[in-house]
């Protein structure tokens, strides 16, 4: 059997014809169609895959602004009960300091006034005891008395330094006037003469004395020169102790200052 190889070329170039158009108008169209639709999918695997990473991002940014929220507001809660148990605390020291001023105060006022009672019933009983011993040198004054009041006034006339002398001569000086000798009760003449001899020999002058009575010496003498004065009286003493008592009792009362305490711990 022969081979027509013209039959075999054109069926070759048919064949050939017909891939190239199955390839042109068949294959290529789906091809294209597949390529687009894989490409088409990847888009939307990839869009959904940013979506997703978005998603998550703002699944993250939530939960940090979650957290961050939630830790502000606890701090804002923890400050704020810090706060207030600061104010708690600080009103709690106020009303302390309050109290324990108020009864340093009222404490204070009752000592105050403890010792203004005791101050006052001292100064009673002070000023009743030295009228007590007034009136009764007042009735136990006697000529023997007198006498030994005379000594004693002659006595310290005779203790008086060079100072003291020279001031009262001074006012002897330049005074016109006689000199004074005051005594509680009336001087017998040779009281009054002994007197008048030692005041001249011992301011050597012969000035005329006057003597005068003053009972409110209370068994005592005083000499008066022109606002100088010598004196001796048992009225003397007893005001200068109860000058001592009245300072002594000044200073034992004088209110302490208080001494601050320290805080403890």
Not at 20 to 41: G, M, Q, S
Not at 71 to 76: A, F, H, I, N
């Amino acid at each position: 059997m022969l081979i027509d190889w013209f039959t075999v070329a054109a069926q070759i170039l048919n064949f050939l014809v017909l891939v190239w158009l199955l390839k042109r108008f068949l294959y290529n169209p789906i091809l294209n169609a597949v390529d687009a639709r894989e490409e088409h999918i990847e888009t939307q695997i990839k869009q959904a895959d940013e979506l997703k990473q978005q998603a998550e991002e703002a699944r993250t940014t939530f939960e940090s602004k979650a957290m961050a929220f939630d830790t502000s507001q606890q701090q804002r809660l923890d400050a704020l009960d810090k706060d207030i148990e600061q104010q708690r605390q600080d009103r709690l020291n106020t009303v302390r300091e309050e109290a324990q001023q108020l009864e340093e105060k009222l404490k204070q006022g009752r000592d105050n006034q403890q010792r203004s009672l005791s101050k006052q019933l001292t100064i009673d009983i002070q000023n009743e005891v030295f009228a007590i011993a007034e009136k009764t040198l007042m009735d136990l004054a006697d000529t023997s008395l007198q006498d030994k009041m005379t000594t004693q006034f002659i006595k310290q006339l005779q203790a008086y330094n060079n100072s003291e002398l020279v001031e009262f001569n001074q006012s002897l000086a330049i005074s016109n006037e006689p000199l004074m000798v005051h005594s509680a009760m009336p001087l017998s003449e040779s009281q009054c003469q002994d007197i008048e001899q030692a005041v001249k020999g011992i301011f050597e002058l012969n000035k005329p004395i006057a003597f005068l009575i003053k009972p409110e010496l209370i068994a005592g003498i005083a000499l008066f020169s022109d606002g100088q004065k010598i004196a001796w009286s048992i009225n003397d003493y007893l005001k200068s102790l109860s000058d001592s008592i009245a300072n002594s009792f000044q200073s034992a009362n004088k209110p302490q200052q208080n001494v601050p305490k320290q805080d403890e711990g």
